[in-house]
C-alpha cells in the first residue's frame, strides 16, 4: 500500500521559507513522478510543483522562482523549498503521485502571517 508522509509545515512570517518533506512508502520510489499541491480554505485544490523520474520540473506560475521542488531516490523522498512566503501561500499543502491510482498524503498546513 502506498503511503505518502507530509512534514515541515508550521507558522512563518512573510519574507521566510520553509521546507516541506514528503516520505513514500510501498511504491518503487524513482520511476514514479511526485508534486506537492496545496488548497487553501475556501479554494480548490492546486498544483504547487512537480517533478518527474528524471528531475524534470514544472511549477505554478504563483511560485516561480520562490519554490523549489526535489526529489532523493535513495531516501524515497520529495522536497519543496519554499522562499520569499507570502500569505496568500497558506494552505494545507499535499504531497501525490500516480502510479495508475492517485494518492495523497494527510497534508502539512503552512500558514504564513502578515
Known amino acids: 500500500q502506498v503511503q505518502l508522509v507530509e512534514s515541515g509545515g508550521g507558522l512563518v512570517q512573510a519574507g521566510g521559507s520553509l521546507r516541506l518533506s514528503c516520505a513514500a512508502s510501498g511504491m518503487i520510489f524513482s520511476i514514479n513522478a511526485m508534486g506537492w499541491y496545496r488548497q487553501a480554505p475556501g479554494k480548490q485544490r492546486e498544483l504547487v510543483a512537480r517533478i518527474t523520474n528524471d528531475g524534470s520540473t514544472n511549477y505554478a506560475d504563483s511560485v516561480k522562482g520562490r519554490f523549489t521542488i526535489s526529489r532523493d531516490n535513495a531516501k524515497n523522498t520529495v522536497y519543496l523549498q519554499m522562499n520569499s512566503l507570502k500569505p496568500e501561500d497558506t494552505a494545507v499543502y499535499y504531497c501525490?503521485?500516480?502510479?495508475?491510482?492517485?494518492?495523497w498524503g494527510k497534508g502539512t498546513l503552512v500558514t504564513v502571517s502578515s
Open positions: 501525490h503521485t500516480y502510479t495508475g491510482v492517485n494518492y
